[in-house]
């Protein structure tokens, strides 16, 4: 029981070693990953792993959780405070599962959603058919203005006048824009719907005021806790206090029986985290380093959704490059550059395939790096797509380069 992890499974302990490695030496590009800090981690492997704790604060159903009661109330103070909310819920597994929550707590089976589609930039659980939330509930999509890729508000507007759903979402995995959370309150008052922000992808930036926040228009705001707000894989939900206790019976016992305390544990880090100083210039580079990735690309002839960013993530179309996103991806990542494909809006290609690449920058600003390893690493996108197909030297050379950069930049020195 006392022994250590390299004593107790020599063979997990060599994979995590191999995944430590794999971290140090390439480029952390996919815009949903980020690097947690050791106070959050040293929080995930803590005693809190030890005991059931369910309910809530003061209302548990197991005896000797005092200091279970106590955690869970600082996490829950924290996160209101950190983004002016009424209430949080800080238990939540997953962001699947926060909107999940939502769904069961405002819905009934068959009502009406509606949504950006998973094609435009939405998520899976946003309506897809091929989730839960399309399969429960009647799933409807608004567009993106065909001529700018972006969203506009007066079509949405419309949109929701003829569906005249119960609940609208707001938020997004590919939209690189700024979302204007009043218009969506405007919109949803006019049919009569709820507003939900998922701002799993933004919740940093909305934290640190890099990006608008949804907290005075949205009744419930979902998020997770691990992309840009840098803690741990998990989840949380923001709401008004009309639809505290809602939320909270959704959760538990709705859909969650234990709260994985541990990681409740190292969201309650990250949100004191969060809060200092340093953690709102962090977001505000983030955004700084995208634009100039961005630029750097423009400038070695790539094509980016909506011209542009305000936020984490950059949409790339490859098409005037005559590869596929799984082509580029697989390509960077043998290269020391790790980002995933994605669909562009109106993709021609299937989503296993896809024409598009979504790279983004927390996982590199996390690291130290600003806008002069922007430009480097979007000169290096470029060899490796223009001149890497069917040429390992050439992706050889660019992983000695950006294995450079890393011992430059590094992440984790004494693990």
Request: some cysteine.
């Amino acid at each position: 029981m006392n022994r250590s992890l390299h004593q107790a499974d020599a063979q997990v302990y060599r994979i995590m070693q191999d995944e430590l490695e794999r971290q140090k030496t390439t480029l952390m590009l996919i815009p949903s990953e980020n690097y947690a800090s050791r106070a959050v981690m040293a929080a995930m492997g803590s005693v809190f792993t030890n005991k059931y704790a369910e309910g809530y604060p003061y209302k548990r159903f197991y005896n000797g959780c005092e200091f279970y009661d106590e955690l869970e109330q600082l996490a829950i103070d924290r996160a209101t405070e950190l983004f002016g909310a009424d209430h949080a819920n800080v238990q939540l597994h997953t962001g699947s599962q926060a909107n999940m929550a939502t769904y069961y707590a405002l819905l009934k089976p068959g009502d009406k959603i509606m949504a950006l589609s998973v094609a435009t930039g939405g998520h899976l659980t946003h309506g897809s058919p091929i989730s839960f939330s399309g399969q429960f509930y009647e799933s409807h999509f608004y567009g993106l203005d065909p001529d700018t890729d972006r969203l506009n508000y007066d079509m949405i507007m419309e949109a929701a006048k003829e569906v005249r759903p119960r609940l609208i979402i707001a938020g997004y995995s590919a939209y690189p824009r700024i979302i204007d959370f009043k218009r969506f309150r405007e919109i949803a008052d006019e049919v009569g719907a709820y507003l939900m922000a998922d701002i799993a992808h933004i919740s940093g930036l909305v934290a640190a005021e890099a990006h608008p926040t949804p907290v005075p228009y949205a009744d419930v705001i979902t998020s997770t806790t691990h992309k840009t707000l840098r803690g741990p894989r998990g989840a949380l939900i923001l709401c008004k206090q009309e639809y505290a206790d809602q939320i909270d019976r959704a959760v538990f016992p709705g859909i969650q029986a234990g709260p994985l305390m541990q990681i409740i544990a190292a969201k309650a880090v990250c949100f004191k985290e969060a809060q200092e100083f340093g953690f709102r210039e962090y977001q505000r580079q983030i955004v700084r380093n995208c634009q100039a990735l961005g630029q750097a690309l423009l400038e070695e002839g790539f094509t980016l959704v909506t011209g542009g960013t305000d936020n984490h993530l950059l949409l790339v179309d490859l098409r005037n490059k005559q590869i596929t996103g799984r082509e580029a991806a697989d390509l960077m990542e043998a290269a020391g550059m790790v980002v995933n494909k994605n669909l562009i809006p109106g993709d021609p290609a299937p989503a296993t395939e896809t024409s598009g690449i979504r790279p983004g920058t927390p996982g590199l600003t996390s690291r130290g790096m600003k806008e002069p390893e922007m430009k480097l690493v979007g000169q290096w996108i470029a060899r490796v797509i223009h001149e890497g197909r069917d040429n390992p030297e050439v992706l050889e050379e660019v992983r000695g380069q950006v294995q450079g950069l890393c011992e430059a930049f590094p992440i984790y020195e004494d693990l």
